[in-house]
């Protein structure tokens, strides 16, 4: 699992890094997600598949997950901080919970339906949310 960490955020950020424009930088999780999830035949993320076959909150696993979730809201933090468009910490922090909702949620739905249609509808709304 820690490998797998690894490797999904060095990914990650080999995208990210593609752009120098700051809201291209946000708004390329999503195209991270265009490319990572057809590529993985619509499983979704491996931390939340295997975190549900692990119900206790204490266990070594469930911390891992949560690990690696905490590493994509830094990550996105990261993105709307340099992106400047934040005006307070509690801004900050919502615009953070937004994008990372609209990530994960795009994440659970494309697996549902087997397609991008939704990660292209996070997108959109990503972009509403930091223009």
Known sequence: MN?????WFTWLWQEIERHDDQQARVLSLFDF????LPRCQFRG????N?????PSPDHPIRRLVSDHKAGVRACI???ISDL????TAEDLASKTDLIYLLFEGAISESQ????????QVARQSALRLIQ
């Not at 295997?50 to 692990?54: D, G, K, L, P, T």
Request: proline residues 0%; hydrophobic residues 45%; negative net charge.
């Open 3 to 7: 490998q797998r960490h690894q490797d």
């Open 33 to 36: 997600l265009e490319q990572w």
């Open 45 to 48: 993320c491996a931390f939340l």
């Open 50 to 54: 295997i975190a549900a076959e692990f």
């Open 77 to 79: 933090r990261q993105l």
């Open 84 to 87: 400047g468009i934040a005006n």
């Open 112 to 119: 549902v339906y087997s397609s991008t249609h939704f990660i």
